[in-house]
């Protein structure tokens, strides 16, 4: 990365935990919200906006949580301009090192009139009011004006100079509904620093939503035109179409250095572990030709471009597969190996285990060896991210035994289960082996949960690669992700069910009411 100076600089504010996780379907537990928040620190994102605390008490003590162990990046909480999400949101990032309040309220006409039915008036004042009441509780406030790029400029401009007047640090101009082109959004970012009096007090940012496909570009040109804050999400999760992707604007301004000369703090090599994990834990997979994170984005497939690469790797490679952390998919170890080997592997691959949990992953990597003639990296991330989900399961899975194949009609499986300990066992059919394993789970332990999503992808090639399984149940409102890994795919399908099973049951404890929308 080039040096840079402090205007250089561009913050990257990363809302996967708040903007993502409103994904329909992206919802994700404390656990996984700590170690993406883990993971996101390493990376040296600057700000983690960690949830909408007011949403309800998950995402208040995710906040909370995550306050309190992210010490290097900046925890950033979400509010509406009320005292009681200001209230609540203060009290959920108290413990960190480097706290934010993020309050907005809408300001384009069609929200003000038809959203929040108040007068333009009401919602300067709210504005003011807001910003000051954040203010009382940290020096480090970022104010919204939702639906921003549809404002109306004198109102615009009025808006931003009293939230600075009233000392928002950031104040962040959002393209809400993904419908700002870029020469547009760039033409909007220069009007207020044109008009704004005050703007130099603040770091402008901006938050893109991806609906036309732009957010990624409206991003980067305003940062051409005086912008230091981008808002993005891994893999660009977010609302609808999502917002704009991380991996995309850092990628972009480490390569064309050229071109946009700005800096980030972000560790590039960290990425692909990044996506890797927000894309397992949310069960949304990434498209194979997503640009910097897809299966294929380093791939050649056409024998010319190969022959190129293999020449000159700059003849079609903008960028090395290195830069963003993905190494070849190297022969790890062998079945002969020893536990010192395997513990320096996943010291290797960033996990840091206790004697318990590796004492786990090292057996099922012996089983595994036994089974599967190469053992590769990402064999080893699916093992750990399997045993990690699993560790606190209620329900878990004990055998299983499938017949199914055309002699086998209906297919037919015969199950155990522990239940807080207790052995359970039954004999199910299905339509078909899938089908008749999730009913045996059912028989086992009735629910009334749905299956959204039944999703098997192989952790790498070839047909002794394992499975790994997404399953999404939805119960009243609420929805959960399972995951399962396994050579054998019934075996990870029913370990993914039973642990979207086991997530729903630590929701229903906390009777957690579905996620506000912001
Ligand atoms: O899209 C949006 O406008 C938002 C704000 C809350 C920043 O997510
Ligand atoms: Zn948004």
């Known amino acids: ?135 009382n509780h940290t020096d480090d406030v970022e104010w919204s004006c939702e639906d921003g790029s549809r404002t109306e400029h004198d109102f615009l401009c009025r808006c931003v100079e009293s939230a600075i007047e009233a000392g928002a640090t950031t104040v962040n101009i959002p393209d809400t509904v993904g419908y700002a082109v870029p020469d547009e959004f760039a033409a909007l970012i220069r009007m207020l620093f044109d008009r704004v009096p005050n703007i130099d007090k603040t770091v402008i940012s901006v938050h893109c939503h991806n609906d036309l496909g732009l957010a990624v570009a409206n991003s980067l040109v305003a940062v051409a035109n005086g912008a230091r804050q981008v808002e993005c999400t891994i893999n660009g999760l977010g609302e609808r179409a999502g917002n704009a992707s991380l991996e995309e604007v850092v990628m972009a301004l480490r ?64 960028m090395t597969p290195e830069s963003v952390g993905l190494s070849q998919s190297k022969l790890v ?82 199950m155990e289960l522990t239940v807080d300990g207790e052995v359970k066992s039954c004999k199910g059919t299905g339509d078909g082996p899938v089908d008749a394993a999730f009913n045996c789970v059912k028989k086992l332990f009735p629910h009334g949960a749905r299956l959204q999503l039944y999703q098997v992808h192989a952790v790498t090639q070839g047909t002794d690669a394992q499975a790994e399984v997404t399953v999404r149940l939805e119960e009243n409102g609420r929805s959960t992700n399972g995951q399962g890994a396994d050579t054998d795919t019934m075996v990870a399908s029913v370990k993914a069910y039973v642990n979207a099973l086991n997530k729903l049951l630590v929701k229903r404890e906390k009777s957690v009411p579905p996620a506000l929308s912001a």
């Open 1 to 135: 990365m080039s040096k840079s100076t402090e205007s250089e600089r561009v913050i990257i504010f990363d809302t996967t935990l708040r903007d993502g996780e409103q994904s329909p379907g992206a919802s994700m537990n404390l656990e996984e919200k700590l170690r993406i928040a883990h993971v996101l620190e390493d990376m040296g994102v600057d700000v983690i906006e960690a949830g909408f605390p007011i949403a309800s008490d998950g995402d208040f003590e995710a906040v909370r949580e995550i306050a309190k162990v992210v010490t290097e990046s900046t925890v950033c909480g979400l509010a509406r301009a009320t005292k009681m999400d200001i209230e609540r949101c203060a009290e959920a990032v108290k413990p960190a090192p480097r706290k934010r309040i993020h309050t907005f309220i809408s300001t384009s006409p069609l929200h003000m009139k038809h959203k929040l039915q108040m007068e333009p008036e009401a919602v300067h004042e709210a504005i003011i009011d807001s910003v000051s009441m954040a203010r």
């Open 255 to 318: 390569t064309r250095q050229d071109h946009m000369p700005y800096a980030t703090g972000v560790t590039t090599e960290h990425i692909i572990k990044a996506s890797r994990l927000v894309s397992t834990v949310t069960g949304f997979v990434v498209q194979p030709n997503k640009a910097i994170v897809g299966a294929n984005a380093f791939a050649h497939e056409a024998g010319i471009h190969q022959d190129g690469v293999l020449k000159h790797a700059g003849t079609y490679e903008i």
């Open 333 to 414: 170890i062998g079945k002969h190996s020893g536990r010192h080997a395997f513990r320096e592997k996943l010291k290797e691959l960033g996990y840091e285990l206790g004697d318990n949990a590796v004492q786990d992953v090292f057996r099922r990597f012996k089983q595994l060896a036994d089974m599967k003639k190469d053992v590769f990296d990402d064999d080893i991330v699916a093992l750990v991210d399997d045993e990690v989900v699993r560790a606190n399961d209620r329900i878990q899975l004990v055998s299983l035994e499938i017949r199914c194949g055309t002699k086998h009609r209906p297919p037919k499986a015969e």
